[in-house]
């Protein structure tokens, strides 16, 4: 157990619809990171939040959106979801002034039908 | 650019001894990861290594980098069925805390 926590574990949704993703970090962690990782285009970083404010993005759509709350969990909010977007959504989060090592949560899987 | 690649596939017999490559493209690198991901859950960090060093070893695991040639491995000795999971490589770019992955190798151990 990483002590990353994401829920739901499972999301069905239809096209269209719009749907958010919850993460909470380790304790003492202050970055979080989003991650999408699908058969086709692996695992690839979204966007983190270090301490309440965006640090970096990555290949996040302008659906998609995120922010990290006071208490330092975070959402991840998608959108006019397409067919496409179904994959797994996982969190990770990194405590400052360490090697870097990102600790990831079990993770959501999304299907849009 | 930023690349990180990673061979497919390995397939090994119980009791070997395992080795998994990767290749990076960034030169100012300053940490490498392996992580682990078995079937429907989320990635486990295994171990990572400073880029000033060239060896790591924990247990079973044993980290060489060349940063010469850009070429980090994953030994795993005495390789178990337990061991069969996709292995992932990752990269930490000097100045920033984001990490870049490989699509990971798919170790297969069999009995």
């Known amino acids: 157990d990483s002590g990353v926590t994401q829920t739901p574990k499972h999301l069905i949704t239809a096209t269209g619809q719009r749907v958010t993703l919850r993460c909470s970090p380790r304790?003492?962690?202050?970055?979080v990171y989003w991650y999408q990782q699908s058969l086709d285009q692996g695992l690839q970083f979204l966007i983190q939040?270090?301490?309440?404010?965006?640090?970096a993005k990555g290949n996040i759509l302008e659906r998609f959106s995120a922010q990290q709350f006071p208490d330092l969990h975070s959402e991840l909010n998608l959108s006019s979801l397409e067919l496409g977007d179904s994959a797994l959504y996982f969190c990770?989060?990194?405590?400052?002034?360490?090697?870097?090592?990102?600790?990831f949560g079990p993770g959501t899987r999304l299907t849009v039908t | 650019g930023e690349d990180v690649e990673q061979s497919l596939f390995l397939s090994v017999r119980e009791g070997d001894s395992s080795v998994i490559n990767c290749t990076y493209t960034?030169?100012?690198?300053?940490?490498l990861y392996w992580y682990k991901q078995e079937p429907g859950a989320g990635l486990q960090l295994l171990t990572y290594?400073?880029?000033?060093?060239d060896m790591k070893q924990d247990q079973r695991l044993t980290v060489l980098l060349n940063k010469k040639d850009k070429h980090l491995s994953l030994r795993i000795a005495d390789t178990q069925t337990g061991d069969s999971a996709i292995y992932f490589c990752?990269?930490?770019?000097?100045?920033?805390?984001?990490?870049?992955f490989g699509k990971g190798t798919m170790l297969l151990v069999s009995p």
């Open positions: 290594i400073f880029s000033n060093m």
């Open positions: 304790s003492g962690d202050l970055s």
């Open positions: 960034d030169s100012s690198s300053t940490y």
């Open positions: 939040y270090y301490n309440g404010e965006e640090r």
């Open positions: 990770a989060s990194s405590a400052p002034g360490t090697g870097g090592e990102q600790y």
């Open positions: 990752a990269e930490r770019h000097s100045g920033y805390s984001t990490l870049t």
